[in-house]
C-alpha cells in the first residue's frame, strides 16, 4: 500500500511568519508532487506541483523535494488568515493499472492576526 | 470556462437505501475521477475514466459502489445499499488527461450523511 504521510496539525503561526508544512511518501518511483489547499467545506484546488529535486518558488510559497529522503515540504512565507485551511500533500503512485493520484491525510494551518 | 459541476450538494439517506451522484465535468477534459473524502482524511480514489473507459477501480467496493460514464461526458456515482461507513464527501474531479502533470480540477463535492 503506497503512503502519503503529513502531520494533521492543527499547525498554528502567528501572522507574517514562514509557516512549513511537511509530507513524507512510501513509493520511491514517485515522480510528481503536489500540494493541494483546501478551505473548510470546499474541494481541494492545486496550488503548486514539483517534480525535480530542489526548491520551486511561486509567490509566497516554495514547495521543496527531496527524493533520497522521499520528503516534500511547502513554506507560506508571510502567512496570512486567509492561508487558513488544510494543506494536502500528494503523490503519483505508479501500479500496473496506471498512475493515480495518492492523498495524505492534510495538515490544518491556522493564522492567527 | 465553467467549471466541474455536482449535483447534489447534499443528501441524507437511511442505510441500506441507494443513492446516486451527478458529474459534468470540464469541457474538453478527457479524464474524470470520483474521490471519497471522510472527514479528517484525504481524498482516496474510487474511480478514474478516460473517456468512457475504466482505467482504475481498484478501489471501488464493487459490491456496492458502481459508476458509468457512457458517453465520455458526464458521470454517475452510485451506492446500493448504503452504509453508515459510506458517509462522507463525494468529490468528482477532470483533467485534460491522465499523462504527465496534469491538473485535477475538483467539484464542490456531494456530502452524503447515511443514517
Known amino acids: 500500500q503506497k503512503e502519503v504521510e503529513q502531520n494533521s496539525g492543527p499547525l498554528s503561526v502567528p501572522e507574517g511568519a514562514i509557516a512549513s508544512l511537511n509530507c513524507t511518501y512510501s513509493?520511491?518511483?514517485?515522480?510528481?508532487f503536489f500540494w493541494y489547499r483546501q478551505y473548510s467545506g470546499k474541494s481541494p484546488e492545486l496550488i503548486m506541483f514539483i517534480y525535480s529535486n530542489g526548491d520551486k518558488e511561486d509567490g509566497r510559497f516554495t514547495a521543496q523535494l527531496n527524493k533520497a529522503s522521499q520528503y516534500v515540504s511547502l513554506l507560506i512565507r508571510d502567512s496570512q488568515p486567509s492561508d487558513s485551511a488544510t494543506y494536502l500533500c500528494a503523490v503519483i503512485a505508479w501500479d500496473n493499472q496506471g498512475g493515480k493520484l495518492i492523498f495524505g491525510q492534510g495538515t490544518e494551518l491556522s493564522v492567527k492576526p | 470556462e465553467a467549471g466541474v459541476a455536482q449535483s447534489p450538494r447534499y443528501k441524507i439517506i437511511e442505510k441500506r437505501q441507494s443513492v446516486a451522484f451527478w458529474c459534468n465535468p470540464i469541457?474538453?477534459?478527457?479524464?474524470l475521477y470520483w474521490y471519497q473524502q471522510i472527514l479528517g482524511q484525504g481524498p482516496k480514489l474510487l474511480i478514474q475514466f478516460q473517456n468512457n473507459g475504466v482505467v482504475d477501480d481498484s478501489q471501488l467496493p464493487k459490491d456496492r459502489f458502481s459508476a458509468e460514464r457512457l458517453k465520455g461526458v458526464d458521470s454517475t456515482l452510485k451506492i446500493q445499499p448504503a452504509k453508515l461507513e459510506d458517509s462522507a464527501v463525494y468529490l468528482c474531479?477532470?483533467?485534460?488527461?491522465?499523462?504527465?502533470?496534469?491538473?485535477?480540477?475538483f467539484g464542490p463535492g456531494t456530502r452524503l450523511t447515511v443514517l
Open positions: 474531479a477532470s483533467s485534460k488527461s491522465s499523462l504527465g502533470v496534469n491538473e485535477q480540477f
Open positions: 513509493d520511491r518511483g514517485s515522480q510528481s
Open positions: 469541457s474538453g477534459h478527457a479524464t
